[in-house]
C-alpha cells in the first residue's frame, strides 16, 4: 500500500468515524439484498477496481487486460477495469460504502480488511462462499489472518501475498568494502554510515508515506516488545515499544544521517527510484524487482536479505520483521452481478492464473499449489515466502485500523518534516505526536 492523500484525511477519519452508523444505508443503497449470489442485473458486465501492483497504472493494465480477455472468453463475462492509485484507493472504498455506488469487485490493501469490514457493505466469505472457489485450505493461513476481524467470516479472500526484505546494491556494497548485507540494525546503521557519501546515501524512505510509515514502524515496535494497541484493541501510541519504534525509525535520518533529508518529501516509489539509479544503497520494500526493471536496473544489480532484527536471526516475537504485507480482493453485497463476481474471484485465485499474475508482479502467491512453479523459488520469493511463513505479523485486525495507518502515518511524516528542516529528534517530539494522533483516534 502507498500513501494517502493528506488533504482527505479528515475525510477519511469522518467516514470511518461513523460507518458503523451508516453500515445498513451502505449495504441496502443499490440492491444490499444480492448478497447470496442472487440478482444479475447486468449479467454481461462487472466492473472491478484493482490497487496499483506495478511500476505505473498503466503497467498494470497492460499486466491485467490479457488476463481479463481470458475471463471474457471463458464466461462471456467483460470487465471494466479501473487501476486505482494507492494515493485515491482507501477514499474511493469509503465513498463508495457509504453512498452505495461502487465496483463489483475491488482489490483492497489487506491491512484495511477489518476496518471496510465494519462498515457492513463488503460480501462476508463463510465456508459457502469460499467453497465456490474451491476452499478456504487452498490458502496460506498468514493470507486468510489478514481477511477481517478475527471471529467473523473474512471480508475478503487474499490474491498477492507480500512481505519485507532488504534490497541491497551490490556494486555499491563492493566499492565500500562491505561483504554482505546487515543482519541487524547496528550493522545496517554501520554499513550505511559508509555508504553515505559523495551524494549517496546509504538508506532510502518514503517519509511522506503514511502508509508506509506504519508499515516499517509496526514491525519496530514489535522488535521492542510491543504494540501500537493494546489486547482489547485500544490504541496505545504513546507505549515505549512504540515511542522507541518510531524514533529509531526518524532517527536513521536524523542522528545516523543514512537517509537523504530529501526522503522526507518522498510518497510514492521514489526511493525506488533512487535506488535503481544508484543514489541509494539499500531500501527496505515489498517485492520490488518489477519496479527495479521498469527503472533499468538489471537483477544482477541487487541483491536480497531478511530486514535486520535486534539478534540477526528473524523469527517470532522480538525477532519479527515484517507485516503480512498483500492484496485481498472483496466483492460489494450490492453487486448487480453477484454470480459473476463470484466466477470471477474464483478465476483471478485459481491456480494458474496466480502463477501468471504473481510472476508479473513479483509477489507471492498465496494460493499454495500455484507455489510449486520453479519461478517462486527464486532468491528474492524465497526469502519472501520465508518471511512470511516464519517471522511476519498481521497488521493490527481491528475496525479503527485505517485511522492508525492515517493518523499515526501522518504524525510519522511531520517528524520527519522536522528532521529534515534541521531539527533534532528528541523523544518528547516523538511522544507529543503519538499523543496527538492517539486523541484523533474515534473515542469507543
Not at 490479457?66 to 487501476?83: A, D, N, S, Y
Request: net charge positive; with cysteine; hydrophobic share 40%.
Amino acid at each position: 500500500m502507498r500513501t494517502l492523500k493528506r488533504a482527505l484525511h479528515a475525510r477519511t477519519v469522518l467516514v470511518i468515524a461513523t460507518v458503523t452508523a451508516l453500515s445498513a444505508t451502505a449495504t441496502a443503497c443499490g440492491g444490499g439484498t444480492n448478497t447470496g449470489g442472487g440478482s444479475n442485473d447486468s449479467p454481461k458486465t462487472l466492473t472491478y477496481w484493482a490497487s496499483n501492483q506495478g511500476p505505473s497504472l498503466e503497467a498494470d493494465k497492460k499486466i491485467l487486460t490479457p488476463e481479463l480477455k481470458k475471463f471474457e472468453k471463458k464466461t462471456g463475462i467483460k470487465v471494466k477495469l479501473e487501476v486505482v492509485p494507492w494515493s485515491d484507493l482507501l477514499n474511493r472504498i469509503l465513498a463508495a460504502t457509504t453512498s452505495g455506488q461502487g465496483p463489483d469487485v475491488l482489490n483492497i490493501g489487506n491491512t484495511w480488511s477489518s476496518s471496510l469490514q465494519a462498515t457492513g457493505a463488503l460480501m462476508p466469505w463463510d465456508d459457502k462462499a469460499f467453497a465456490k472457489i474451491g476452499g478456504k485450505d487452498r490458502f496460506l493461513s498468514s493470507a486468510v489472518g489478514s481477511t477481517g476481524t478475527a471471529g467473523q467470516d473474512p471480508a475478503a479472500v487474499p490474491l498477492y501475498s507480500l512481505a519485507f526484505a532488504l534490497y541491497y546494491n551490490k556494486q555499491m556494497f563492493a566499492d565500500a568494502g562491505i561483504k554482505q548485507p546487515p543482519a541487524t540494525w547496528d550493522e545496517l546503521v554501520a554499513d550505511g554510515k559508509k555508504l553515505a557519501k559523495d551524494g549517496k546515501w546509504g538508506l532510502g524512505a518514503e517519509g511522506s508515506n503514511p502508509v508506509e510509515n506504519i508499515h516499517q514502524t509496526y514491525v519496530l515496535a514489535k522488535q521492542h516488545g510491543g504494540d501500537f494497541f493494546d489486547a482489547q484493541g485500544k490504541p496505545t501510541f504513546t507505549s515505549p515499544a512504540a515511542v522507541a519504534a518510531v524514533k529509531q525509525y526518524v532517527d536513521f535520518m536524523s542522528k545516523d544521517k543514512i537517509i537523504a533529508p530529501g526522503n522526507a518529501e518522498y510518497a510514492q516509489n521514489q526511493s525506488l527510484q533512487d535506488f535503481a539509479k544508484g543514489k541509494t544503497a539499500m531500501v527496505l520494500w515489498q517485492a520490488a524487482a518489477t519496479t527495479f526493471k521498469a527503472h533499468g536496473m538489471s537483477d544482477d544489480d541487487w541483491g536480497v536479505a531478511p530486514v535486520p532484527v535486534p539478534s540477526g536471526k528473524p523469527g517470532p516475537g522480538k525477532q519479527v520483521n515484517s507485516m503480512v504485507a498483500g492484496i485481498n480482493m472483496a466483492v460489494f453485497k450490492n453487486s448487480h452481478n453477484m454470480n459473476g463476481a463470484m466466477d470471477f474471484v474464483k478465476f483471478m485465485t485459481s491456480t494458474d492464473e496466480q502463477k501468471v499474475l504473481c510472476k508479473a508482479y513479483g509477489s507471492i502467491p498465496p494460493v499454495k499449489a500455484a507455489q510449486s512453479d520453479p519461478y517462486f523459488g527464486r532468491p528474492e520469493t524465497t526469502v519472501l515466502k520465508n518471511t512470511l511463513l516464519n517471522s511476519a505479523v498481521p497488521l493490527p485486525q481491528v475496525p479503527n485500523e485505517s485511522q492508525y495507518e492515517t493518523s499515526v502515518g501522518d504524525a510519522i511524516k511531520s517528524l520527519f518534516a522536522e528532521v529534515a528542516a534541521g531539527h533534532k529528534l528528541t523523544t518528547d517530539m516523538v511522544v507529543a505526536a503519538l499523543n496527538t494522533a492517539q486523541q484523533q483516534m474515534p473515542k469507543k
